[in-house]
């Protein structure tokens, strides 16, 4: 069962951004770091970044650091994740994860 909910995929051209949001209406969601997924037809789920739960912490997979900004707003339960100068390669389904729960994910398709 879906427990987080996400929103900020959607197609965009190589170089653009997007902001993708997952968030959760519980408030315990603010004392739980986040992890991003990226999942790609045919491969397997890879790490993208995380968030610890203050929120003065990140990590991000290779490819994703100095373009990736994971930040949050524990007021809003949300966490987010600003995707910049994206490549054709970070085409994928992207998902959240925090304690047991995880999101739908959200496809962001990124075009050449």
């Known amino acids: 069962q879906v427990q987080l909910v996400q929103s900020g995929g959607g197609l965009v051209q190589a170089g653009g951004s997007l902001r993708l949001s997952c968030a959760r209406s519980e408030t315990t969601f603010i004392v739980y770091s986040v992890t991003w997924y990226r999942e790609i037809p045919g491969a397997e789920r890879e790490f993208v970044a995380a968030i610890n739960w203050i929120g003065d912490k990140s990590y991000y997979e290779d490819n994703g650091r100095g373009r990736f900004i994971n930040n949050r707003d524990n007021t809003k339960n949300t966490v987010y994740l600003q995707m910049n100068s994206f490549r054709p390669e970070d085409t994928a389904v992207y998902y959240c994860?925090?304690?047991?729960?995880w999101g739908p994910g959200t496809q962001v398709t990124v075009s050449s």
């Open positions: 994860d925090a304690n047991t729960w």
